[in-house]
């Protein structure tokens, strides 16, 4: 069993260009290529799924939280804008390879405006990337030093993200802390599920057996199901602060469109 990546909602405050969008079809990122138990996982990749197993993951992983410090969790929370991600820490490799996994999600969610930024200034995600052994100490830096041994007690995690949003529940800004130490495949199971959780899908769910964000399930790459979730959730008939009714009113007319998508990047029958 492999240690819970949790995630960490904090208190409210107040594009990269899609190769897809020209016509191509994605193959799994270079990225994890040569990792042999992503590429096992891939082989062996649910990518059928029935309108309503797609609804009922968006609605369990869109509303509520896991863990969160304040504020409702009853609200679609997501950017309202270009979203732009700084890595900040000494291991070239490991930024290369957010790099790349930044590009993935940017190829594989239409309506997501997501890219590497130059500077922390420039950037509203910050990507903190540690050693194992500094992991608590960040936390700490991050969240106090009370709040971090709650977070450690209760989550014990291995990476961790959070948010801030403001009253409109559009995020304003996210913090992702990833382990770069613990070998290639939990640093790309955790960059993955960590950087998607700051983007908005915050609440993790056992009842769904094929996404990321199950703490029971590793992936280590972008699958087919968590690209449906993104795509509804950044389909921009989704707002911020919709409440449930007011999501499933225009679902259906969102989920068709988004199946056209996630069919032609995937190259899917």
């Not at 138990?37 to 009922?56: G, L, P, W, Y």
């Not at 594989?108 to 200034?121: K, P, T, Y």
């Not at 990337?129 to 209760?154: H, M, P």
């Not at 993104?230 to 409440?243: A, E, F, Q, S």
């Amino acid at each position: 069993m492999r240690t819970p990546r949790r995630f960490l909602y904090r208190w409210t405050l107040a594009a990269a260009l899609s190769a897809a969008a020209l016509g191509e079809i994605l193959t799994p990122c270079a990225a994890f290529a040569d990792i042999p138990a992503i590429a096992q996982r891939q082989r062996t990749e649910k990518k059928i799924f029935t309108d309503n197993e797609i609804v009922e993951g968006f609605l369990k992983i869109a509303f509520g939280a896991e863990y969160h410090l304040a504020g409702r969790v009853d609200r679609i929370r997501k950017y309202d804008g270009p979203v732009r991600v700084f890595a900040d820490g000494t291991r070239t490799d490991r930024k290369a390879q957010l790099a790349k996994i930044v590009g993935d999600i940017a190829a594989r969610v239409q309506h997501l405006d997501i890219a590497m930024a130059g500077s922390l200034e420039d950037a509203n995600v910050q990507v903190k990337l540690v050693r194992d052994r500094d992991l608590g100490r960040t936390i700490a830096t991050f969240y106090g030093n009370e709040r971090a041994k709650e977070i450690r007690s209760s989550l014990d995690p291995q990476c961790l993200s959070g948010f801030r949003k403001n009253e409109k529940f559009e995020i304003e800004h996210s913090d992702v802390i990833l382990t770069v130490d613990n070998g290639d495949f939990v640093f790309f199971d955790c960059a993955y599920e960590e950087l998607l959780q700051s983007l908005g899908p915050i609440n993790d769910t056992a009842s769904v057996p094929w996404t990321m964000f199950n703490d029971n399930v590793s992936m280590g790459y972008f699958d087919v199901y968590d690209q449906y979730l993104l795509n509804l959730l950044y389909d921009p008939r989704i707002k911020p602060g919709m409440t449930v009714q007011e999501v499933k009113a225009v679902l259906p007319d969102v989920l068709a469109d988004v199946r056209a998508w996630v069919r032609k990047v995937n190259n899917l029958p």
